[in-house]
């Protein structure tokens, strides 16, 4: 995935940032909980298409995540 193009992507429902799950390949939208699917590289901003997230997926309460990435 292109770090520009994801900078440009955002959640057609709520127009809120975007977060990558390089593992999954999908875009979460915490506030919606949904997961747009990138297919190819191409990432599907429908939300009809978008799956919606697992509740430990969804908006956590845990600030200051460090040691990963
Ligand atoms: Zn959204």
Redo the contacts with the bound molecule.
């Keep these: 995935m292109d770090k520009e193009l994801l900078a440009m992507l955002?959640?057609?429902?709520?127009?809120?940032k975007?977060k990558f799950d390089r593992e999954a390949l999908e875009l979460h939208?915490?506030?919606?909980g949904?997961a747009y699917p990138i297919e190819d590289g191409i990432p599907v901003m429908l939300p009809e298409t978008a799956r919606a997230l697992d509740v430990d997926e969804k908006l956590t309460p845990s600030p200051g995540r460090t040691g990963e990435g």
Excluded: A, M, S, T
């Design positions: 955002v959640c057609p429902l709520c127009q809120g975007l939208c915490v506030y919606d949904l």
